[in-house]
Structures are given as C-alpha cells and as structure tokens.
C-alpha cells in the first residue's frame, strides 16, 4: 500500500507537534497491550461433542431419543410362514429453552473517562468466556445424568490410585459401538495422571491414549458463578469419554441457541449481537445501583439456549475417588 503526499505531509506534522510538546515524554510512550484476564478462554468443546443449531424467535423444537431395535432375522421354513412384529412409533419430545444472562458490568463515567483504558472492553470479552463456561458446565452436568442412568460409571480398581490406560480401555469398550470418535475430558486431577501414564505405567504395556481416542481435551480448575454459586467447570477427579458418530447426526445431544429478531435489536440501539444468538447489552449512562442513581456505564449479556442429551449410551463417566 502506498503512501500519499498527504499522509506523509500529516505524519511529519504530527511528529514536530510531539517534539515540541512539553510532556513529549508521555506523547512518545506507547501501551503495548490491554489489561486482559490471565486465564485461557475455553474452546469449541461444544461443536466437538453434540450436534449445534438454532432456532428462530418463538419456534417450539422437538426431539427424539433414540429407539433400540433387537436386530432379527428368520430362517424361512418348509411351510412358508411369515412372522408378524407390531411395531409403534418413538413419541417427540419439546425442548425446553433456558434465558441465561450475566451481571451487569459497570464503570462510573467519572472513571471511565478519566481511567487509562476502556475495562469495558474486557468485561465484553469475559461475557463471552461466561457463557462458554455455562453451556460446558451444562453438558457435562447432563452427560454425568446420562452416564448414571445406563450405570456407565467407573472408578479407581482396588489398590490403583490413578487413571490408568486399562481403565480408559475399559470406558471406550463399553461405548465403542455407540461411536466413530471418542472424545476424553479430563478434570485437573486426572488430566495429570493421563499426562504422567507414560512413565508411571508398566513400560510393557501401550500407554499412548491418543492409540484409542480422538482427543484428549483436558479442563483446567475453572469455575463459573451460576445463580450465585460458584460451579467448577468440571471436577479435579472427573473424566468423561464420549462416543461421537456424524451418521446420521448421532451425536450424544444436542444444543439450540434461539436466534434474536434483527428488528427487535435494532429498536434496542445500546445492544450489541456478538454472534446470531447472544446479545451484549450496553446499560447506562444513568443507572440505578441498589436503589441509588449513578452516573455508570455497563455491559450484560444475553443468551436463550436448550440442550438436551438425546443419545445417553454414549456417555462414560469416571470419578478419581
């Protein structure tokens, strides 16, 4: 890209402005980042394990569980008689939506324009991580109902104190024909024993877990604060495998995002939609905090979302205890 004589003309004019300035130290300085929060964002576990879509502003969506069919076949007799099965058909279930939101960041404009940088900017950022936070926090709240339900359930063996890779063999064979791709998340505690099993383990044996699963998708000690009460992500001795299939989307479940109406956004000029299914509210500059009127500033988030585990066969879950 080429520079004009205009650009290049405004540029010297700016550095003479700097050099003669009085507080040329300050003019000169430069910020080389933004204050930032120093734990790393979740990522797309989500589109990894259950199928995603969307549903439009008031539609009802419906679900089925899957139906286990006894496969069969006949042998066809001298006599020719044909065998009659009556078969009926699966029931649809409605998913049920939940409205989710954050609290309500917010910043006195009297600091806000006086501070050194935008923390409105971050806190828009960690709306996002909050709600990622959620929706895994969620899954794996329903996966652990799954894995209850079908008594897929495992535990340390006698005298091991470890997750171990007969253990991790012994999860993917009670679900491997559930799935094509196995998928492993860990919690802190047994995160470390899968990343120790190569020197802690018997040297005769194979102890490289990405042999039989897809991916290992450890979960750091992160916390979210649902409805007041601080949820870990996932627990330090909690593992979960989970069998995953794109045939015919046979996925372990579901989650449904509800889009929001673009002309009820646009009548709502201080929100933002930071993707089709969240919303980024701008609250201020005239609030009410706890009764008291403040000149404030804030951000809240906004999200109506169903999820549903419509496929609980595939589901192991482990407990380090």
Request: charge should be negative.
């Amino acid at each position: 890209m080429e520079i004009t004589r205009e650009e290049i003309a405004a540029a010297k004019q700016r550095l003479r402005s700097i050099v003669r300035s009085e507080n040329r130290e300050l003019e000169i300085a430069r910020i080389i980042n933004e204050t930032f929060d120093p734990e790393v964002g979740v990522g797309d576990i989500i589109g990894k394990i259950l199928n995603t879509t969307t549903a439009a502003p008031f539609e009802e969506v419906n679900y089925f569980l899957p139906t286990n069919i006894t496969k069969t076949v006949l042998t066809l007799s001298a006599n020719c008689n044909v065998t009659h099965t009556a078969v009926s058909p699966t029931s649809k279930q409605t998913l049920t939506f939940t409205d989710i939101c954050t609290q309500d960041y917010y910043i006195c404009l009297k600091d806000l324009l006086n501070g050194d940088h935008n923390v409105l900017n971050l806190y828009g950022d960690e709306i996002n991580e909050e709600f990622n936070r959620y929706e895994i926090y969620a899954m794996l709240v329903l996966m652990s109902a799954a894995a209850t339900a079908q008594s897929q359930l495992f535990t340390l063996d006698s005298g091991v104190s470890t997750f171990t890779f007969p253990k991790l063999y012994e999860m993917k064979k009670a679900i491997r024909k559930y799935g094509t791709k196995f998928y492993l998340i860990t919690g802190t505690n047994v995160t470390e024993d899968v990343d120790l099993m190569d020197y802690t383990a018997d040297k005769n044996r194979e102890t490289n877990v990405n042999s039989i699963i897809t991916e290992h998708i450890p979960i750091e000690s992160l916390d979210v604060t649902v409805n007041g009460s601080a949820k870990d992500v996932i627990g330090d001795d909690e593992a979960y495998l989970i069998a995953v299939s794109d045939v015919k989307k046979q996925r372990p479940g579901w989650i449904v995002r509800r889009k929001f109406d673009n002309a009820g956004v646009v009548e709502m000029p201080d929100t933002v939609k930071v993707s089709k299914e969240r919303l980024v509210m701008r609250t201020g500059n005239n609030k009410s905090v706890d009764t008291v009127d403040k000149f404030a500033k804030g951000l809240a988030g906004y999200e109506e979302l169903g999820m549903v585990i419509s496929n609980p066969y595939t589901v192991a879950k482990f407990t380090r205890e």
